[in-house]
T-cell receptor, first 111, second 115 residues
Framework: KNEVEQSPQNLTAQEGEFITINCSYS?????LHWLQQHPGGGIVSLFMLSSGKKKHGRLIATINIQEKHSSLHITASHPRDSAVYICAVPYSGGSNYKLTFGKGTLLTVNP | EAQVTQNPRYLITVTGKKLTVTCSQN?????MSWYRQDPGLGLRQIYY???????DKGDVPEGYKVSRKEKRNFPLILESPSPNQTSLYFC??????????????FGPGTRLTVT
């Protein structure tokens, strides 16, 4: 089973700060998901990436397949970015659709 | 509006009483999946389906059944619920393809309590 480690577990920032959340995994993969879960529970898919970098607004996700590591960056953070951020990877070296998840990073952005 | 719907949203039941949580998507997605979320354990995959009549176990399938008779629906069945199945359940769907990777769309969640 792919072991997924996210860091930090909790992160508190001031509005405007640059945020980095990290995800490391133990088994080589071909793609990784980043998810966002706001208080109240709804889950939204932010990125699915297999190489390099993707950008959506103030969010940037990078992945280094060789180092088995991905980062999620938030530029100019805002209180509405407060949420739990979760990475997900394939459970093993097989199907991309059987997934295992990190325990999440709780981000709080204060005004 | 593209969406994944789950019903019921909240359910309190008793041990051993069979129940079904429905999941439906209107995006013609091949892939559907069920997850449970528990404090301290995070999200875990229960079952997933790559298409009609094609289902496979996720990380924690014990105590659950699924079926995929129609592309849009993927119900989760608890034949004999137990208190350790008290959890927040999410259904999700996505496209599939060998040439690319696709984001998942999540339902709003079903909070199940088994007493």
């Amino acid at each position: 089973k792919n072991e997924v480690e996210q860091s930090p577990q909790n992160l508190t920032a001031q509005e405007g700060e640059f945020i980095t959340i990290n995800c490391s995994y133990s088994v080589g993969i071909s793609a990784l998901h980043w998810l966002q879960q706001h208080p109240g529970g709804g889950i939204v898919s932010l990125f699915m990436l297999s190489s390099g970098k993707k950008k959506h607004g103030r969010l940037i996700a990078t992945i280094n397949i060789q180092e088995k590591h991905s980062s999620l960056h938030i530029t100019a953070s805002h209180p509405r970015d407060s949420a739990v951020y979760i990475c997900a990877v394939p459970y093993s070296g097989g199907s991309n659709y059987k997934l295992t998840f990190g325990k999440g990073t709780l981000l709080t952005v204060n005004p | 509006e593209a969406q994944v719907t789950q019903n019921p949203r909240y359910l309190i039941t008793v041990t051993g009483k069979k129940l079904t949580v429905t999941c439906s998507q209107n995006m013609n997605h091949e892939y559907m999946s069920w997850y449970r979320q528990d404090p301290g354990l995070g999200l875990r995959q229960i079952y997933y389906s790559m298409n009609v009549e094609v289902t496979d176990k996720g990380d924690v399938p014990e105590g659950y059944k699924v079926s995929r008779k129609e592309k849009r629906n993927f119900p989760l069945i608890l034949e004999s619920p137990s208190p350790n199945q008290t959890s927040l359940y999410f259904c999700a769907s996505s496209l599939t393809g060998t040439s690319g990777y696709y984001e998942q769309y999540f339902g709003p969640g079903t909070r199940l309590t088994v007493t």
